[in-house]
């Protein structure tokens, strides 16, 4: 995903997400820009670490820089997670900057942590990247059937059908 939709999806201003992204190497782009002008390159997972560099900048005013390494083991954490497998689930923030996913709103941490609900995240990601929602299978359709999805093909009559292979 270019800048500009990474900016919408973030809520960061252009200038604000380069200055992350490039100047302070906060959180690095998944793909550079090629050349002076051109967009830098996301994926959902970077974009759901800026969300959550956001939120905490926001609203519990935490200095981000100090957080640089807890980054990009979040974006690490998150390259061996499925989108799908990450819906219900909280994120937690422990003490030395360690990242853990927790199940379920009754799930307490063993330590005090700070957590950040990922399903309003997700929410936002799914729409921008056309990803998908929860499932109860948790895995993706391998293929889009329509007779699985309960719609069938209009039939055509014999008639027309042999008009068309006539032509």
């Known amino acids: 995903m270019p800048t500009p939709i990474a900016s919408q999806l973030t809520g960061l201003s252009t200038d604000k997400l380069r200055e992350?992204?490039?100047r302070r190497a906060l959180i690095p782009a998944d793909?550079?820009?090629?050349?002076?002008?051109?967009p830098a390159r996301f994926s959902w997972q970077t974009v759901l670490v800026l969300r959550v560099a956001v939120l905490l900048r926001d609203q519990f005013s935490?200095?981000?820089?100090?957080?640089?390494?807890?980054?990009?083991e979040l974006r690490?954490?998150?390259?061996?997670?499925?989108?799908?497998?990450?819906?219900?689930?909280?994120l937690a923030l422990g003490p030395g900057r360690s990242w853990s996913f927790l199940d379920g709103a009754g799930t307490v941490p063993e330590?005090?942590?700070?957590?950040?609900?990922?399903?309003?995240?997700?929410?936002?990601?799914?729409d921008g990247f056309a990803l998908p929602e929860a499932s109860d299978e948790g895995q993706l359709d391998l293929f889009s059937l329509p007779t699985v999805h309960g719609r069938q093909r209009?039939?055509?009559?014999?008639?027309?059908?042999?008009?068309?292979r006539a032509s």
């Open 111 to 126: 330590t005090d942590a700070l957590l950040i609900a990922l399903d309003p995240h997700l929410t936002v990601l799914r």
């Open 20 to 22: 992350w992204t490039s």
């Open 62 to 72: 935490l200095e981000l820089q100090a957080h640089q390494a807890a980054f990009a």
């Open 154 to 164: 209009n039939k055509t009559s014999p008639r027309r059908a042999a008009a068309r």
């Open 76 to 90: 690490q954490l998150l390259r061996s997670q499925s989108f799908i497998a990450l819906w219900g689930k909280r």
């Open 31 to 38: 793909q550079r820009p090629k050349t002076k002008g051109s």
